[in-house]
């Protein structure tokens, strides 16, 4: 072979095993970071371990603090729940006080009633037996009436102590202690008949039976009467009392009937002209038809009204209205209203005019009215009906109740109030002389109280 072929074959191989050597070298470089990127790996595998471990303990730390919350969450809702049962309890306790108060304040109360009405029922007792001079048996049988009567449902809105009152006002009308007594039911049904006290409707019913002249036995007639005639026309008792009390003497002596004043003073309320106008009216009207002047016979002639029969009695009140009313018909208005103007006068001429124009047939059907036997009782009867009447009813047992209550404790109390009433008199002086003392001896506040301390001299 020759040198020049082998320098040829001999650079090939040079280049070749050149070539390996880089492979190689790149190989290894390869190898290297081959190698590094594996340590790195591994060194992020390490730190991940790490961070796992590290993140598994915070897990745990997590956890635990999860369940010491969840511990602290049953601890806290447990005593919520216990917090709100306790709150409901006391709320329930609160309720059942109140209540407790509430009934407590409503027994006092009752309490309070129940000796108020007892003490006036008292003062009412006593009084009437100091007016009519009643013995001590007349007490009790006062003091048994007074409680029957209040007891009694068909009186609504009574009492024992309301129809004490009633007695009493009938004993100051003049009646004696057996007659108030008995007409004090009377008093009480004219009462409820009109929604008055008993104690008003009493003073009225004496004070009517007393202008009239009647008799102890008739205040059941003189009670219906004026029921009857507050609840057939307009107004009330009290303007029907203030009518009779102006009218009812002199119609007394001139021979009229309660119940003949009542029709013509319930037909002049009719007619608007109420109370003492009214009795004022009627009374006029009476008094000039008594004592008629030269002018008012003149008219009585025209009028053609004969008011005296001839013994000199007086015809009745229906006799002169029936006058007027014809005349009324068969005179001119002028001529009528100067002819009643002279035969009234002046201040009765619309009164008589009222009853010229309503007329005889108009006093028949009122007297007929008011005249009705039982009419108070059955006025105060009708205020006991419906539900208004069941609450009556119902206060009436309670007050019935508290009256006996009442007379079973009052001896007792009464006792135990003087003594103490002469143990506060007995204590009074000694109470003042040791106050006398002690203000003597104790220096007091007042004016330039408390003084300054003296001042000390420097010199």
Not at 120 to 130: D, L, P
Not at 373 to 378: K, L, P, Q, R, S
Not at 424 to 448: D, E, F, I, V, Y
């Amino acid at each position: 072979m020759s040198n020049y072929t082998l320098s040829v074959q001999m650079r090939a191989d040079a280049a070749h095993l050149l070539s390996q050597v880089r492979q190689a070298s790149r190989a290894m470089r390869d190898l290297r970071r081959d190698t590094d990127a594996l340590r790195s790996g591994l060194g992020r595998i390490d730190g991940g371990s790490r961070a796992a471990a590290v993140g598994l303990r915070s897990v745990g730390r997590s956890s635990h603090e999860a369940g010491a919350g969840l511990r602290r969450v049953g601890a806290d809702g447990h005593a919520s729940m216990s917090r709100l049962r306790h709150g409901v309890l006391s709320a329930r306790q609160e309720l059942h006080h109140l209540r407790g108060l509430v009934v407590g304040g409503g027994i006092v109360a009752g309490l309070a009633e129940i000796a108020k009405e007892g003490n006036e029922y008292q003062r009412s007792i006593n009084k009437w037996g100091a007016v009519t001079g009643a013995s001590g048996t007349e007490m009790v049988q006062a003091a048994a009436k007074a409680r029957e009567l209040g007891a009694d449902l068909t009186l609504p809105g009574t009492s024992a102590a309301k129809a004490a009152e009633a007695m009493l006002e009938l004993a100051k009308a003049g009646q004696t202690s057996t007659s108030s007594m008995a007409n004090a039911r009377a008093a009480m049904q004219l009462a409820a008949a009109d929604n008055l006290s008993a104690a008003d409707a009493a003073r009225y019913l004496g004070d009517v039976m007393d202008q009239f002249g009647l008799s102890s036995n008739n205040a059941g007639r003189a009670a219906d009467v004026l029921a009857a005639s507050a609840n057939a026309a307009s107004g009330g008792l009290q303007d029907i009392y203030y009518a009779m009390s102006y009218t009812g003497p002199v119609a007394a002596q001139l021979g009229i009937s309660i119940e003949d004043c009542s029709a013509a003073v319930a037909m002049l309320a009719r007619s608007g002209i109420l109370g003492s106008k009214a009795g004022t009216s009627l009374r006029g009207m009476l008094t000039n038809l008594a004592k008629p002047t030269a002018a008012a016979k003149r008219g009585l002639a025209e009028l053609n009204i004969e008011a005296w029969d001839s013994q000199g009695n007086f015809k009745g009140l229906r006799t002169v209205i029936e006058g007027l009313e014809k005349a009324q018909h068969r005179m001119s208005q002028k001529d009528f209203l100067a002819a009643a103007s002279a035969v009234v006068g002046k201040p009765a001429l619309a009164g008589a005019a009222a009853l010229a124009h309503q007329g005889a047939a108009s006093y028949d059907q009122m007297h007929t009215a008011i005249a009705r036997t039982g009419a108070a009782g059955e006025i105060a009867a009708s205020q006991t009906k419906g539900l208004s009447g069941a609450v009556s009813q119902l206060k009436t047992q309670w007050s019935n109740a508290g009256q006996v209550l009442y007379t079973a404790a009052a001896p007792g109390l009464e006792k135990v109030t003087r003594l103490l009433t002469a143990g506060l008199g007995a204590a009074t002086p000694t109470s003042r002389r040791a106050w006398t003392t002690c203000t003597t001896c104790t220096p007091w506040p007042g004016p330039g109280w408390p003084r300054p301390p003296p001042t000390r001299s420097t010199s």
